[in-house]
């Protein structure tokens, strides 16, 4: 072998081992690029959950206070039949839902108490003969067919098992609109989840279908609620 | 740290990963689907408590009772009044159209005022205070000249208390101009009063009738009551009575017939002849009635001494089954066999007036037809037609006149009805475009139109408009924007009829003597008035004898008083029927078989029953080789009211074809044009011309060609308007010799390739 050979050579183990730590450097580069490419997936990962979570439902929904302040609470110590002193049955069997002002000045006339909310409402509405805008909580959407006779008559069904013990709320809480479809946030639930702890929580289709399921035995068919 | 591609693909996939891992793309899904299942813009009917109200129909003269369904105060459904004695809980397709008649887009919404040229469509708003002021003002002017009887009005009845507020305001400014929008009605006014002595209303016991022997009759193509003719015939059927349907064309009602016969148009006078020849010879006819009842049957003598032939001598030497025969194109066994049926029958009646009776007849044919009936003794009869005693309710003390109101109401009307000419007749409306458009100066300075729009349903529209344009100050009443409204001055515009209260009397054709009340089914939708309480205010901003002759404050008031203690039960039922009186006294008033009133000699167009006189059609055989017929259908409403959307879709395209009319042409006829299904075609007559499409139909006569009415609006809106042809501005009237109405029942016309 030549020296020159012998530089080759040397040449060669330089360059091999220049070769290895070059590697080496490299596999460094690569374990913390790596990193970041974990980082950035968990960055936007959790940036989207978050969004996803806690941004969505507050963009997704307005809202709005009721037109008045009023009790429930109050109310149904007042009345004798219970929720249906108010939200009745008309003699044709339909529920006629939320009262008309007509309800209200059955009472409501005359200022009743000193509450400034009251004094309002009776300047507003009733002495101008205004009907009371009322933001519907359980309103479904048009596509939806509901009749209360044949859940509260026939099936005898509570009217809390649905609305839940609104009987003691002393307030209205805020009434929240889908700004897409304008149904209001009790259908869906406040659970964004779709979670429900009560039955009452939530009133979408799948909440329909799994009482039915249990009590009728059916989840149904369409055409029992979208005619 | 460097950050690079494949941190931001990292950062993507995390977000995307970490979206799926929360409710977001699922919720937006579901918003989604309700969304797009749930179009804003798509109306969600109103919910609310339901409540009906009960009322009558005011679209045609039937007057059924009708109940609207609401739900809080919007009205969402006419249904038929169960228990209602014309209706009984049932309904035509324009009567349950309705409401698109209140809340569709034809209303006018607020009184108006033209500013533009007549007809341009440039309208000013106007409040009622003020255009009340400014016609009051130009009526008084009017009055002021002398010439009170230039005031003229326009209407479909002389019935109703809205109807005689407006005809009282001409009696007090002094006018007898008070026009009635012609009908088979009037006819048949005319024909009882000269044969029977008596001018009631004409009612056809039909249901209870075995022989129904009808002269062109559209019974089941919308005649007089349409739903009550329905429910007729499934007694018929049910009874077995058969029906005999004589006309040129195969419309609904010859086809649902128990026989068609198929005549030639304009002689059906001569076959009531050939039937009466029949029944005389064979001594069929009730001898009893017409020895007991009956005058002018056999030899009679005039008040002068001079002897004339009897009915039944003309009918016998004239009137052979060989002679009807070739006047009408029937077979003489047919015209045999016809006369033999109807007068072996128990309970026969012959009626006549073509299509739904919208037009009139003429007296010839009236009369000749009435007389069948007087020889089975059909009158005032189970049965038979009866004549049912005008409505009295409305009892208003004589209103004071001064000299310029009884010197103007002692004037000859401006259509001739009740003068030398034509004394029978109570209006002609018919010969006002003649009349306005032979003289320089119009004979009416102001018209005033309510519940008609003449210049859609009269005759020879060009003619009307150009009568109508000489006619300085033009005031309609209509509560939709139709073609004479849109021609007029001044739109006072009237509550519709789900909107106010309205009386209405006993329609034509019905056997009960009834009145009925229509009241407002909605609060008014807009700035409108009733009619009635409209002319209360023109009165009373007249002032003098004109205010005092309308002492009521407002139309409510009126009609309150006017109908008195049956009020309260028209308000909680909405009609009241007339208890019968005791059996029809038949024997104090003959059946006049000579018709002395218009069978004299001192007259130059004397007409007698057993006469028949055929009526020449206008124009040149040669020029104008076919002859068109005019039919009516259900589905097409003809009158003062246009046809609502709803009802427009139902009609077939054999009479609509997109927006062309279709003609009913015989194959044959058409072969010899070379024509085809489909054609278009150029319709022409003396009068007009159009285009149309060729419909063949084995149904029609050759020679002849079928329109139907009610189509070719110009005005109304986008679903009514520019659709098909009117045939009423195809033909000129031609006014019966005698009775002064309208007999058209035909045009020449002659088709030619598009």
Known sequence: ?227 | MKIDRRSFLALSIGSTAGIHLTPLPWKLMDDMSIWTQNWPWTPVPQDGAASYVNSVCGLCTAGCGIRVRKIENRAVKIEGLPGHPVNDGRICSLGLSGLQLLYGGTRVKTPLKRIGERGAGQWQKISWKQVIDEISKKLSEQRKSGNPQTLGAICNSDRGTTSHLLNRFLTVYGSPNFLRTPSVQSSYEIATTIMNGSSGTVGFDLENSDYILSFGSGLLDGWVSPVRMIRAHSIWKDKKARVVQIEPRLSHTAAKADQWIAIKPGTNAALALGIAHVIIKEKLYDKNFVEKYGFGFEEWKDEKGQTHKGFKQSVLENYTPANVAEITGIDVAAIISVAKDFAKSAKPVALCGSGDGGAPVNLNEMMAVHALNALKGAINNKGGLQIVPNPDYILWPESEMDKTASKGIQTERVDGAGGKKYAQARSLLNRLPEVINASSESPLQTLLVYNANPIYTMADSVAVKEAFSKIPLIVSFSPYMDETASYSDYILPNHTYLERYEDSATPYGSVQQLISLARPVVDPLFNTKQTGDVIISLAKAMGGHIAKAFPWKNYRACLEKTLGDKWKTLAEHGYIVAKKDKAPDTASAKFDFAAQAVNTDSKNDAVAPADFKPADLDGDVTAFPLVLIPYDTMRLASGFVGTPPFVIKTVGDYILKENDSCVDINPQTAAKLGLTEGNKVILTTPKNKASVRVHLSEGILPGLIALPRGLGHSAYDKFLAGKGVNFNALYAPMTDPVSGLDMTWGVRAKISKA
């Open chain 1, 1 to 227: 072998m030549s020296a020159s050979d012998d530089k080759l050579q040397e040449g060669a183990t330089d360059s091999a081992i220049n070769a290895v730590s070059r590697n080496h450097e490299k596999n460094e580069q690569a374990d913390n690029a790596g990193g970041i490419v974990i980082l950035f997936f968990i960055i936007g990962l959790a940036a989207s959950m978050i969004v996803g979570w806690i941004v969505f439902p507050k963009l997704l929904y307005s809202q709005k206070d009721q037109p008045i302040s009023f009790s429930h609470a109050i109310h149904n110590l007042e009345v004798e039949d219970g929720c249906e002193s108010c939200h009745f049955f008309r003699e044709d069997g339909t529920f006629s839902g939320v009262p008309k002002l007509e309800q209200c000045i059955d009472c409501h006339e005359e200022v009743q108490g000193e509450s400034a909310d009251e004094a309002y409402f009776v300047e507003e509405y009733v002495n101008k003969g205004r009907e009371v805008p009322w933001l519907i909580y359980s309103r479904q959407p048009d596509c939806v067919f509901f009749s209360h006779a044949a859940h509260v008559k026939k099936g005898e069904m509570e009217c809390n098992t649905c609305h839940g013990p609104i009987e003691d709320s002393d307030n209205l809480k805020p009434y929240q609109e889908n700004r897409l479809t304008g149904v209001s946030r009790d259908i869906w639930g406040y659970n964004i989840g779709g979670f429900k702890k009560n039955i009452w929580d939530r009133m979408k289709m799948d909440d329909c279908a799994e009482c039915h399921k249990k009590s009728l035995g059916v989840k149904d068919a369409c055409f029992v609620c979208h005619k």
